[in-house]
């Protein structure tokens, strides 16, 4: 299952010298791991790196703020995106925090198939006050654990994926030249120096942690690019569902749904198409909150979706009839899958 955070993370701390104290020697590293887990494609193009550099004693004062910026080859040659976003971070001075994230898309591997995955790791280097570089991995997939988020074992998934994994971070120690710090035991999945405790040993620490935590998550995250209204259509339903696929240039972005006993409809964003799943997703919310407003019912809005003219951008139905799914928790399991 892919969530949208973390399901664990691991960090390194360096007291610096020469340019590790520097945003370019931050760019340098968080470039040299990208090429370590590019060589386990556990990160494949393209990546999408942000920088920012904010005020230690007031983190609301941001000097510099840019996002999107595509992971090219040779980064950081002269003159490409991100070699002048680090040169106007270089330029700036007083007590500041540079922080440099890069977003990796990465392979799952499944029976010797590789699946796509938008955000399966994520690098995130600070530089604090040019002294202190901190480096943290952040992975949000459980293809790394003997058992999935929702409390079965994935014996043969576990085997092809986290040798990757354990070789990536004695790697990236080796590079670093200290061993990680791994992150809190959580919600999902306890963190190890080279990987991750297996659940089976102890149990894991929630039952069914995904759909008790992530659906949750999504939601939220969803709505929050959403005015606030009380006239749409409850989410949540005992029924089964009927559903379309939203794609957009051949990628499953997502599925919209009603209930079969016309109580409820929404959309389940599909995690691994990264943020877009969750661009697209506000972007139908909203027709269906226009659907509510005629006052369509459920299934009668699911028809008047793959009827109505829309903006390409926000995906299509290309489906003539929906599909349907036994009860809702089914069509979340799907979209959490890679």
């Known amino acids: 299952m892919i969530t949208t955070d973390p399901i664990g993370d691991w960090t390194w701390e360096i007291t610096s010298s020469g340019d590790g104290g520097t945003t370019a020697g931050a760019a340098e590293t968080a470039v040299s791991i990208w090429g370590i887990l590019a060589k386990h494609e556990l990160a494949v193009p393209p990546g999408k790196v942000s920088l920012s550099v904010r005020s230690v004693n007031d983190m609301r004062n941001v000097h510099l703020d840019v996002s999107g910026l595509i992971l090219e080859a040779e980064p950081l040659r002269p003159e490409t995106a991100i070699s002048e976003a680090v040169k106007r971070a270089e330029s ?3 007590d500041l925090l540079a922080s440099l994230r890069i977003r990796c898309p990465g392979i799952w591997l499944e029976s010797g198939v590789k699946h796509r995955v938008e955000q399966l790791f994520a690098i995130h280097v600070d530089v604090w006050k040019s002294s202190l570089t901190v480096v943290t991995l952040e992975t949000y997939s459980d293809a790394w654990l003997t ?3 929702r409390e079965r074992e994935q014996v043969a998934v576990h085997a092809e994926n986290a040798p990757r994994l354990t070789a990536a971070l004695v790697e990236v120690s080796s590079l670093l030249g200290n061993d990680p710090e791994p992150g809190d035991p959580n919600r999902h999945a306890t963190p190890t120096e080279v990987g991750f405790e297996d659940p089976r040993t102890e149990g894991p620490a929630y039952s069914d942690s995904w759909g008790t935590f992530e659906i949750a998550a999504r ?3 969803l709505r929050s690019e959403l005015p606030p209204t009380e006239d749409e259509f409850p989410e949540t339903t005992e029924h089964p569902v009927r559903y379309f696929v939203i794609r957009r240039e051949a ?3 997502g599925y919209v749904w009603a209930s079969v006993s016309n109580d409820a409809a929404g959309f389940e964003p599909r995690t691994a198409a990264g943020d877009a799943s969750f661009e697209v997703g506000a972007q ?6 226009d659907a509510h407003n005629q006052g369509l019912t459920p ?3 699911l028809e008047w979706l793959a009827q109505v003219p829309h903006s390409p951008e926000i ?6 009839s929906p599909q349907e799914a036994p009860t809702l928790d089914a069509l979340e ?3 959490g899958k890679y």
């Open 299 to 301: 299934l009668k809005a």
């Open 333 to 335: 399991e799907l979209s």
């Open 219 to 221: 939601s939220r995250r």
């Open 251 to 253: 990628e499953t972005l």
């Open 284 to 289: 139908w919310l909203m027709l269906l909150r």
């Open 147 to 149: 058992m999935d988020t």
């Open 92 to 94: 700036l001075e007083g």
């Open 315 to 320: 995906g299509s139905i290309d489906e003539d």
